[in-house]
């Protein structure tokens, strides 16, 4: 013999009591977490700051890797010949004797030429 819904007892059935006095409480699927001294903020706007953030740093490890790599250069390029051929041409088109002796050791040149 099964019992319909109509025949249980009281104490087996299933009620469902709304509160009219209270509001319903709402389904939370996922609450963020906040620390009590700190406001919300939207997510969006974190991340958005967290990726403008990493960029900025690349992007200043980049200046700054290309500015070491620049200086480098420049120090090695100031001991090849091409250099100093450079600054020789520069200093004898402003008539700079100075400029030149420092580059061209003409005692020696003149000492060269003599014995031949």
Not at 49 to 67: F, H, N, P
Not at 110 to 115: F, I, M, P, T, Y
């Amino acid at each position: 013999m099964t019992l319909g819904t109509e025949q249980r007892p009281e104490s087996s059935r299933r009620r469902i009591v709304v509160s009219l006095g209270q509001a319903p409480p709402r389904m939370v699927l996922h609450a963020p977490i906040v620390a009590a001294n700190t406001a919300a903020r939207p997510l969006r706007r974190s991340r958005t700051r967290r990726v403008l953030a990493i960029i900025a740093l690349l992007l200043v490890v980049l200046v700054l890797l290309a500015a070491g790599g620049g200086f480098l250069w420049w120090q090695h390029y100031k001991t090849t010949p091409a250099y100093s051929l450079a600054v020789l041409v520069d200093a004898a088109q402003r008539n700079d004797l100075a400029g030149v002796d420092k580059i061209v050791d003409t005692d020696k040149i003149v000492d060269n030429l003599a014995r031949r």
